[in-house]
């Protein structure tokens, strides 16, 4: 079956200017996950979605990030005025079953802030 | 806070030689560990998950262990081949109902024919 994917799968901006990356989770998991991967700084936890429940935000790193979930499957990451230190692949992951079960991940979503 | 460390960062090793890439973790309190491969530019692709109640799993030339008292695991890879050159990362989940998962960096393997 299809698995987790994201768009755009590449994205340059100018530092300042609002980005928003998408989600598309497996059909039917619950819950769902936004990663960041920034070079030398491993792969960094942002917000986790399960279900009708509030959302986890802990990870975010300034209030100039935001994400949503419609309808409990596509999930959108903000990135308000954009800065350089933005720059990282974003991942985002599902789940059938939030606690024991594997994380799917998508293919990711490069931004490029100049 | 849990730290989840893997050293080396890099390997290169000759094809066919069996290899073991360590990860340890500072909180033993953890729901599962598991470990994914990541080739470049691509997303993460899960490899194995051990429960916290496990010692091991296995999936064709891979097996994992779980030391959860020592915070340690291990990735077992069997007769290396070019093929599995990529970055193995290890991934804690904490207890509760807080499903984030805390990475290593990862280890680079480079498989040399």
């Known amino acids: 079956g299809a698995g987790v994917s994201q768009s755009p799968s590449n994205k340059v901006t100018e530092k300042g200017k609002d980005v928003e990356l998408r989600c598309d989770p497996i059909?039917?998991?619950?819950?769902l996950y936004w990663y960041r991967q920034s070079l030398g700084q491993g792969l960094e936890f942002l917000i986790y979605f399960q279900g009708n429940s509030a959302p986890d935000k802990s990870g975010l790193p300034s209030d100039r990030f935001s994400a949503e979930r419609t309808g409990g499957s596509v999930s959108t990451l903000t990135i308000q005025r954009t800065q350089q230190e933005d720059s990282a692949v974003y991942l985002c992951?599902?789940?059938?079953?939030?606690?024991?079960?594997?994380?799917?991940f998508g293919p990711g979503t490069r931004l490029t802030v100049l | 806070k849990q730290e989840v460390t893997q050293i080396p960062a890099a390997l290169s090793v000759p094809e066919g030689e069996n290899l073991v890439l360590n990860c340890s973790f500072t909180?033993?309190?953890?729901?599962?560990l598991q470990w994914f491969r990541q080739d470049p530019g691509k997303g993460l692709t899960s490899l194995l998950l051990i429960q916290s109640s496990q010692r091991e799993q296995t999936s064709g030339r891979l097996n994992a262990s779980l030391d959860k008292s020592s915070g340690r695991s291990t990735l077992y890879i069997a007769a290396s081949q070019p093929g599995d050159s990529a970055t193995y990362l290890c991934a804690v989940k904490g207890t509760g109902a807080n499903s984030k998962l805390t990475f290593g960096k990862g280890i680079t393997l480079s498989v040399r024919p």
């Open positions: 992951a599902s789940s059938l079953v939030p606690l024991r079960d594997t994380q799917y």
């Open positions: 909180d033993s309190a953890i729901y599962n």
């Open positions: 059909s039917g998991h619950t819950a």
